[in-house]
T-cell receptor, first 114, second 116 residues
Framework: RKEVEQDPGPFNVPEGATVAFNCTYSNSASQSFFWYRQDCRKEPKLLMSVYSSGNEDGRFTAQLNRASQYISLLIRDSKLSDSATYLC???????????????FGSGTQLTVLP | EAGVTQSPTHLIKTRGQQVTLRCSPI?????VYWYQQALGLGLQFLLW???????NRGNVPPRFSGRQFPNYSSELNVNALELEDSALYLCASSLLLRQALQETQYFGPGTRLLVL
């Protein structure tokens, strides 16, 4: 089982639609969670951190369910500029004491259509 | 504020050659991470440096190595290049706070390596 799993998509939605992405992680000791966005042939950019109580940033809402080890990202009123690959990212503690690293899901591709 | 910078932007090498990639972190960041992203695939963690030392290593062969300098910039070296090393190599920096539970990484634009 992969440490971080995402539905690869692609998701093709019309402008104005609401779309939701899901992600599951395998390590219950994970403490930090993020959504990154990666445009074609570009570097990943932080979209938002995900907090236990859930958080919202404009049209974007992130939720965390620790019991189910599940993270979600909801995008409302989709724009053409939202077309990208969305990466679910989890900070998974390693065996090396305080060593930490981010593990990236393989990403979910979104295309918003005019 | 300047972001993470990487050089070169593009590189073409042949099998068996060696390559050195460079990364300068955001000012004040002490941690540098290296990732490999082959075309159409996800990010694979390679190496993590903090305060000049290697802190963690991904599941990569020994021909991948690197170092971090006193100014926190970093190099990634790949020896005996193979065709499958062709990828986008991304560097990210972060500020490692003791006891921090949230540690955000910021990426550079990457170096595209093509091995022929």
């Amino acid at each position: 089982r992969k440490e971080v799993e995402q539905d690869p998509g692609p998701f093709n939605v019309p402008e104005g639609a609401t779309v939701a992405f899901n992600c599951t992680y395998s390590n219950s000791a994970s403490q930090s969670f993020f959504w990154y966005r990666q445009d074609c042939r570009k570097e990943p950019k932080l979209l938002m951190s995900v907090y236990s109580s859930g958080n919202e940033d404009g049209r974007f809402t992130a939720q965390l369910n620790r019991a189910s080890q599940y993270i979600s990202l909801l995008i409302r009123d989709s724009k053409l500029s939202d077309s990208a690959t969305y990466l679910c990212v989890v900070n998974i503690p390693t065996l090396k004491g305080s060593a930490r690293q981010l593990t990236f899901g393989s990403g979910t591709q979104l295309t918003v259509l005019p | 504020e300047a972001g993470v910078t990487q050089s070169p932007t593009h590189l073409i090498k042949t099998r068996g050659q060696q390559v050195t990639l460079r990364c300068s972190p955001i000012s004040g960041h002490t941690s540098v991470y290296w990732y490999q992203q082959a075309l159409g695939l996800g990010l694979q963690f390679l190496l993590w440096y903090d305060e000049g030392e290697e802190r963690n290593r991904g599941n990569v062969p020994p021909r991948f190595s690197g170092r971090q300098f006193p100014n926190y910039s970093s190099e990634l070296n790949v020896n005996a290049l193979e065709l499958e090393d062709s990828a986008l190599y991304l560097c990210a920096s972060s500020l490692l706070l003791r006891q921090a539970l949230q540690e955000t990484q910021y990426f550079g634009p990457g170096t595209r390596l093509l091995v022929l």
